[in-house]
């Protein structure tokens, strides 16, 4: 699989918008990137996804650079209760056969909000 | 409507006793993962459940970890003589189809082996 490098932490005040990065330089051409959240004791939560444009929807934003060799998650008002680990996955749009539809997890963003 | 349920949440045993967890997926998704999160790691996939074909066991680590999926529904993880390195939250998904873009997560069931 496609590898993802995220920064461990990163801290955001209440009420700023915040931009997680995400590398993934050796993503192939079908490679769809995928945004998990896990909020503290709980599993893990869809965010977004995107293969090559930018796509919004009501919790977040995905902007996805023109080589897709990186992307950013954008919040755009953090809120307390976006505090969580935030993880950048890739998934693979062609499938091999059982076994290629799990989720990779890497260490993820660890994303602190201020008050 | 319901999300994934699992249980128990968490779940105290002694090094070499059995345990089992049980899994209730969405309504009608046909496909079922198990991930299991140690202690400050990332989520390692399992196994994986579609329909009625055969189980991708490639990420369970030993003989002792077994599961299965009665009814295309429910599922439950067994592990056997179970070792102190087995503890870990384990975290059952769901998705609409294999092909789903979107997995949801149940809540998880705390292991802890002592």
């Known amino acids: 699989d496609a590898k993802t490098t995220q920064p461990n932490s990163m801290e955001s005040n209440e009420e700023e918008p915040v931009h997680l990065p995400c590398n993934h330089s050796?993503?192939?051409?079908?490679?769809?990137i995928h945004w998990y959240r896990q909020l503290p004791s709980q599993g893990p939560e869809y965010v977004i996804h995107?293969?090559?444009s930018n796509v919004n929807n009501r919790m977040a934003s995905l902007a996805i650079a023109e080589d897709r060799k990186s992307s950013t998650l954008i919040l755009h008002r953090a809120t307390l209760r976006d505090a969580a680990v935030y993880y950048c996955?890739?998934?693979?749009?062609?499938?091999?056969?059982?076994?290629?539809?799990?989720?990779?997890f890497g260490k993820g963003t660890k994303l602190s909000v201020i008050p | 409507g319901a999300g994934v349920s699992q249980s128990p949440s968490n779940k105290v045993t002694e090094k070499g006793k059995d345990v089992e967890l049980r899994c209730d997926p969405i309504?009608?998704?046909?496909?079922l993962y198990w991930y299991r999160q140690s202690l400050g790691q990332g989520l390692e996939f399992l196994i994986y459940?579609?329909?009625?074909?055969?189980?991708?066991k490639s990420g369970l680590p030993s003989d002792r970890f077994s599961a299965e999926r009665t009814g295309g529904s429910v599922s439950t993880l067994t592990i056997q003589r179970t070792q102190q390195e087995d503890s870990a939250v384990y975290l059952c998904?769901?998705?609409?189809?294999?092909?789903?873009?979107?997995?949801?997560f149940g809540p998880g069931t705390r292991l802890t082996v002592l």
């Open positions: 998904a769901s998705s609409l189809e294999a092909r789903g873009n979107e997995q949801f």
């Open positions: 050796t993503i192939s051409g079908t490679d769809y």
């Open positions: 995107g293969l090559t």
């Open positions: 996955i890739l998934r693979g749009g062609t499938y091999s056969g059982a076994g290629s539809y799990q989720l990779t």
């Open positions: 309504s009608g998704h046909t496909a």
């Open positions: 459940f579609q329909g009625n074909s055969a189980p991708d």
